[in-house]
């Protein structure tokens, strides 16, 4: 059973920085895409931030684009996100996603292309 588990969120003040953590059981993530969303209460989930297998050009929303760093250790079987100078706009659960397709060459935007998730953390930037 393949189960993440995201952490490192938290309340903060605009300007700071945080970093998530999603931890990756049950299934090897070498050979997964792996990805950041989020979504705000009434809304979609959108899609932040995505790195595929091959750890070669990662994927950002315009949005968090030269703010937010994701990167992976397959090692840990770990995927990070580096979320710099946070706007209050930033405020949302973040989840963790990952895709165990070995199809697509490259991070799917998309929600139903992720076959599992974590649970979610709080990131909560006032002003």
């Known amino acids: 059973q393949v189960e993440l588990v995201e952490s490192g969120g938290g309340m903060v003040q605009a300007g700071t920085s945080l970093r998530l953590s999603c931890t990756v059981s049950?299934?090897?993530?070498?050979?997964?895409?792996l990805a950041w969303f989020r979504q705000v209460p009434g809304k979609e989930r959108d899609f932040v931030a995505g790195?595929?297998?091959?750890?070669?050009?990662?994927s950002y929303a315009a949005s968090v684009k030269d703010r937010f760093f994701i990167s992976r250790n397959n090692a840990k079987n770990e995927v990070y996100l580096q979320m710099n100078n946070l706007i209050p706009e930033d405020t949302a659960v973040y989840y963790c996603?990952?895709?165990?397709?070995?199809?697509?060459?490259?991070?799917?935007?998309?929600?139903?292309?992720?076959?599992?998730w974590g649970q979610g953390t709080q990131v909560t930037v006032s002003s």
């Open positions: 996603g990952i895709d165990l397709t070995t199809i697509r060459s490259n991070v799917s935007p998309h929600t139903f292309n992720y076959d599992h």
């Open positions: 049950g299934r090897e993530i070498s050979y997964s895409h």
């Open positions: 790195i595929n297998w091959r750890r070669d050009t990662p």
